[in-house]
Each structure stands twice: as structure tokens, then as C-alpha cells.
């Protein structure tokens, strides 16, 4: 995804808030979330395939993972531990090996 792409999503984004009408507002944002949380599963396990294969083919270091999509560390590492929850409920887990 383009630099300008990502701003078109922001600006669509931004437009929703900027709608005057609360109720109106409050409905756009409710079907937004709605339809983003079921595109989040899939993004998320899209990007796991990505991890998982610059790990197995080309042998990349987490850090080196997370530099390369431009993610934390620490989504790295939770994809390699099989986590999937909210941050709060995170496991205590060893560093980076």
C-alpha cells in the first residue's frame, strides 16, 4: 500500500468524525468498526503469513521482521508464540531468542 492510499484511508476516516449530526456520526462509526473488525482477522492473518515466510525462507531475525513491515517487536514475537489476544491478557514470555 502507497503512502497515498494510507491517507486516502485516514481522510475517509477523518471525514466520519467531521459528520455533524452525533446520531449520524455515532451509525457511520458503528458500521466502519463492524466491517473493519471482521477485515481485521484477515489482515492479521495475512500478515502472519508474511512473518512466518520472511522467518522460513529467509531466515530474517525478528527484529529484523519487525524493521522490514515496520511492526513492533513484540507483534513478532506474538505471532511466533501463537498469541492472539489483547495486550492486557498478554502471557510473561521470554525476549527475543
Known amino acids: 500500500m502507497s503512502d497515498e492510499e494510507v491517507r486516502r484511508v485516514a481522510d475517509a476516516l477523518d471525514a466520519v468524525e467531521q459528520i455533524a ?17 471482521e477485515r481485521n482477522k484477515l489482515w492479521s492473518r495475512e ?5 512466518r515466510q520472511l522467518r522460513d525462507e529467509e531466515g530474517l531475525s525478528y527484529r529484523q521482521i519487525a524493521a522490514r513491515l515496520d511492526i513492533t517487536l513484540s ?3 506474538a505471532v511466533f508464540r501463537g ?3 489483547s495486550g ?5 514470555g521470554d525476549a527475543e531468542e
Open 21 to 37: 449530526d452525533l446520531e449520524q456520526r455515532v451509525k457511520a462509526k458503528s458500521r466502519v468498526m463492524a466491517a473493519q473488525a
Open 47 to 51: 500478515r502472519d503469513a508474511v512473518i
Open 75 to 77: 507483534t513478532v514475537q
Open 83 to 85: 498469541y492472539k489476544g
Open 88 to 92: 492486557t491478557t498478554r502471557p510473561k
